[in-house]
C-alpha cells in the first residue's frame, strides 16, 4: 500500500495510540505522526522511541492540517475531546476513536463533527496488561479484529480511509452497527469485569465466622478474578457509557444465576449436571 | 522422620492418590503402598511407574491389613467407600479423605467407620488440570495447605498420624471444624466455579441480533471463563454435597452483584468508582 495519510495525528500515544502509529509507520501508509496527550514525560518518550515525529499537549494547536485524528482516551472523555478540536480541523479531516463503547460515542462524535470533516467510530479489539507509549509494539493488531461502527451518516470515502488504515496496520476490519457493537460486549467483556469485581466484592467482605477468606485463595481464584485488578475508573465510564446493555447482560446473567440456584436448593441432580454441561460445551467451544 | 506406616492404602490412585503415595514413599515414612480403583489400567500403570506396590479393584479385599487407607475419589461416593471397607478393616486402622467438601463426609464416615477404627477429614489445597496416575508427583502438595477437619468424636492419636503424614509429604497442615470449611471453600472454590458456569452459559444463550457473540470473546474471555471446562460430575456433586453452604454464598453475590447494578442504572459514578475501588483492593490484597 502506497502513503495514503501525509499528516495523521494520535491524540493519547497509549498502548492503544502508539501502537497504531508504530503499525502504520512500519506499513509505510503515513509521513508525519503527531503524537497529543497530557503528560510530558510519555509524549517525549514516545518522541525518543521514533513512535511520533511531533508532540503537543495542546490538542487545538496539534490536529492543525492533519488529514486522520485518530482518538485513543478513556471513552467518557471522546466526545469532549471532539468538541474542543472541532474548529481546527482542516477541511476533509476524518477522526476515528478506539473506544470500547460505541453507541453514545458515535452519536455525540457525528454532532460534533463540524461539517466538512468526518467521524468513523472504531474497536480494535487488541490488548496487553501494560500501559503508556513505551508499552506499545507494532504488531499488537496484526490478525485481531479491528470493528468499524458505521452509521447511516458516515461518509464512505472516510469509512474507506480508516479501514485501509486499520488493515495495513495489520488487524482484520469488520463493521457493525454501534448499537449491536455494544450488546456484543456488554456480554463477552462488560458483563465479565461487572461479575468478577461483584465476586470479590461479595467474597472480600463474607463473614465466614470473622475470618479472612481470602487468605485461603489459591492460583485459581486468582486467575478467575485477575479482571477484577483493572483500573476502576476506566470501567466505571464504560459501565456508565454502555449502561442500559450492560443492564441487560446483567438481567441475562442473574436469570441464569437463579435457574442455577434453584436446581441446587432443589438438589436436582440431573438439571445441575445439564446446566454445567451446556456451559462447558459452550466454553470449550470457544478454545 | 522413621517409617511410621507399613502397609498404606490408597483408595483413587488419580493425581491426588498418586501424588500422595509418591510424597510420602520419597519420605520414607511407608513400607508398602496398595492401590485401589476401579480402571485396571489406571492401576497397572502406577504399578509400573512404582507409585504402588500392590494394586487391586475390590476395595474389600484389598484394604485388609491396612493401618493407613486414604480415600481419594469423588465426594459423592466417599461415605459409601467407608461402608463397603469399614468390616474388612483392621483394628486401630485410620481412614482419611481428600473432598473438597467436608461437613457431610465428616459426619458420614463418623458414623460409617466401626468401632476401634479412626476417622480423620481432610483437603489437601493443590491439584493441575491433569488427572490420573501418571498425571502425579511427589512434590505437588509441596509448601501447599492440607486443611485437616477433626470434630470432638476425632481420635487425638489417628489425627496427629494424619498430620504427620501430610507434614512429611510437604504440605503446611492446618485444621478446622468441617462446616467452616465449607463455608469458606463455598465462597472461594464453589461460588467461582457456579458463577462462571453462569456467566458462560448466560452469555452462549445470550439473543444479540440471532448473532453468536462468543465469536467474539477472546483472551480475556477465556481467562475468565477457564473453570467452566472443569468437569461437569465433579462439580454437580460438589454443589450438592455443600449446597446450604454455597447457596448462602449465592446470595451473598446476588446481593453484591444487585448493589453494583443499582449504581449502574442510577449513574452513581462515585459508588461504582468506590465499589470497583474496593474489590480492586481486595483483588490486589491476594497477590
Known amino acids: 500500500m502506497s502513503c495514503i495519510i501525509d499528516r495523521l495525528v494520535i491524540i493519547g500515544v497509549g498502548l492503544i495510540g502508539g501502537s497504531f502509529a508504530r503499525a502504520l509507520r512500519e506499513a509505510g501508509v503515513v509521513k508525519t505522526i503527531v503524537g497529543i496527550g497530557r503528560s510530558r514525560a510519555n509524549l517525549e518518550n514516545a518522541l525518543s ?13 496539534g490536529v492543525r492540517d492533519a488529514q486522520l485524528v485518530f482518538i485513543s482516551i478513556p471513552v467518557c472523555t471522546i466526545p469532549a475531546m471532539v468538541q474542543t478540536i472541532a474548529a481546527s480541523l482542516a477541511p476533509g479531516c476524518i ?34 496488561e501494560n500501559t ?17 461502527t458505521p452509521t447511516k ?5 472516510a469509512f474507506d480511509t ?22 456484543i460486549f456488554a456480554e463477552i467483556s462488560h458483563l465479565p469485569h461487572v461479575v468478577a469485581y461483584a465476586l470479590v466484592h461479595a467474597v472480600g467482605t463474607a463473614d465466614v465466622e470473622g475470618e479472612n477468606v481470602l487468605s485461603y485463595t489459591a492460583g485459581g481464584f486468582r486467575d478467575f478474578t485477575r479482571i477484577a485488578s483493572s483500573d476502576p475508573a476506566m470501567w466505571r465510564d464504560i459501565a456508565l457509557m454502555n ?45
Do not use: Y
Request: hydrophobic residues 40%.
Open 243 to 287: 449502561r442500559q446493555a450492560l443492564l441487560a447482560s446483567i438481567d441475562g446473567f442473574s436469570t441464569s444465576l437463579a435457574e442455577l440456584r434453584q436446581r441446587i436448593d432443589h438438589g436436582d441432580s440431573q438439571g445441575l449436571a445439564d446446566f454445567f454441561t451446556i456451559a462447558k460445551q459452550f466454553r470449550d467451544g470457544i478454545l
Open 162 to 183: 480508516v479501514s485501509r488504515l486499520w488493515h495495513a496496520a495489520g488487524a482484520n476490519v469488520c463493521s457493525m452497527e454501534p448499537g449491536h457493537h455494544d450488546r
Open 132 to 148: 503508556g507509549s513505551a508499552a506499545s509494539f507494532a504488531t499488537l493488531f496484526n490478525g485481531k479484529r479491528c470493528i468499524l
Open 95 to 128: 477522526i476515528t476513536d478506539g473506544g470500547s463503547v460505541k453507541a453514545e460515542i458515535v452519536t455525540e462524535c457525528e454532532r460534533l463533527t463540524p461539517p466538512g470533516c468526518f467521524f468513523v467510530g472504531g474497536h480494535p479489539i487488541a490488548g496487553t
Open 49 to 61: 522511541l521514533g513512535i511520533v515525529d511531533e508532540i503537543s499537549q495542546n490538542p487545538v494547536e
Open 153 to 157: 451518516r458516515t461518509d464512505s470515502g
